[in-house]
């Protein structure tokens, strides 16, 4: 079964253009799903994979032969692209030679597909990043009526081209919206976890999925001998999601000292694992401006990571879970996030912008008055925004505090 992409009609729009069209994301996204079918409804056209050794070897070794075994086809579709090591300046040499000819290519790692393709391919290539599901398109494929509701709403609020105004959504859908907004946030996207007949058939999927990371990423494309360490970062990053990260303490856990541990915060934000954020700042002096925050990219592997699948009802990071779905959500829209933190404990979880403007959102996982904290009513003194946010689980509306618009919006609409 097909889980349509919002991706997909972009890449088709890019397809009469001369360009190489690379593909990357996490593995098991749907990389492979969506090449498949954009080629399956193109003519004189050819699908190959790099997982298949006999064609990447004839690619490395003989692309004269790769090209005329392959090229006499319009659209040659690439999948598993990371694998070849010399990628870049083969890829280079098909574009300039064979220049009628359409290449797509996909790949699981934005670290080899930047140091072994991308950085030959300048003006010759554009990159698309297919993530996993986000919550739009998990609520089309799993609620039709649903859906329905959240566009027209989002006509409403559409934060990319700073248009907001006043929802009027009755007690029940708000219900029925968090409660599947609450399977998303336990289960997260992948598409196959999504396609999953049950719960104990999904902790399987993602078991694979996160053994298959350190299996195929960490040691086959990355050469990583200690995958044990990485893998008790990478539990110790899921408790600390929503906070500083405490470098002693990770250190601590892992075994690795600073300037690994960094190295290795790395590869898994360029392995689409976790998600470092900034803070931001103007004031040295009394606001952060050093440690990061880091969320994961899907919130189902995170807690794969943690042994944790309890209802949000039961659990202690049912607050930094939400902030984790609201961090990926810009994530997979492309928009840059920060968060605001001063020396004297203000905080609010993120801040991105619009027009040249700085807009402040907090998240709280539950709510039931218009009220806004402290640290908000401390970032509008400052910066004096056109208007602020409050995610929460029960208010839909729209108030005034100090002159200034705050919309208190359901995470889902974020």
Known sequence: MYIERKIEPLILGYLEKKE????????????????RKIQAELENSIFLSFEDR??????????????????????????????????????K???????????????????????????YLVGRVLVFNLYQLDFEEFLKFKNDDLFRIYAENKKIVDLKNNKIGALD?????????????EEFIIWGGYPRVVLAGDEAEKKIILKNIYNTYFLRDVKDLLGLADDFK?????????????????????????????????????????TFICKTIRPFFVNKRTEIVKNPKAYFFDTG?????????????????????????????????????NFWRTKSDSEV??????????????????????????????FMTEYAPSFS??????????????????????????
């Open 20 to 35: 190489i069209i690379a593909i990357i994301g996490p593995r098991q996204a749907g990389k492979t799903t969506l090449l």
């Open 54 to 91: 006999e064609d990447l070897e004839l690619f490395e070794q003989d692309i004269k032969g790769f090209a005329n075994k392959y090229l006499h086809h319009k659209y040659v579709f690439i999948d598993e692209f990371q694998y070849s090591k010399n990628g870049g300046k083969l890829l």
């Open 93 to 119: 040499y098909l574009f300039d030679t064979f220049p009628d000819n359409k290449i797509i290519i996909s790949g699981s790692s934005a670290i080899d597909l930047t140091i072994h393709a991308i950085k």
């Open 169 to 181: 959504i009755s007690k029940n859908i708000l219900s029925q919206f968090n409660k599947i907004l």
């Open 230 to 270: 990485l893998s008790k970062l990478l539990r110790a990053l899921s408790v600390q999601i929503g906070q500083l990260i405490a470098y002693n303490e990770l250190g601590n856990i892992s075994g690795y000292d600073y300037i690994t541990l960094k190295k290795y915060i790395n590869i898994l934000e360029k």
């Open 301 to 337: 592997l995170r807690n794969y990571a943690i042994n944790d699948f309890n209802k949000l009802e039961n659990r202690l990071d049912k607050g930094f879970l939400y902030e984790n779905f609201i961090a990926t959500q810009f994530i997979k829209y492309d928009m840059e996030i």
């Open 349 to 378: 979880d993120f801040v991105f912008e619009i027009n040249n403007e700085r807009i402040p959102l907090e998240s709280k996982s539950s709510f039931s008055k218009t009220k806004i904290s402290k640290s908000l009513s401390s």
């Open 389 to 414: 946010i409050v995610a929460n689980e029960s208010l839909c509306e729209v108030v005034d505090i100090n002159k200034t618009p705050v919309y208190f919006l359901p995470h889902w609409m974020i």
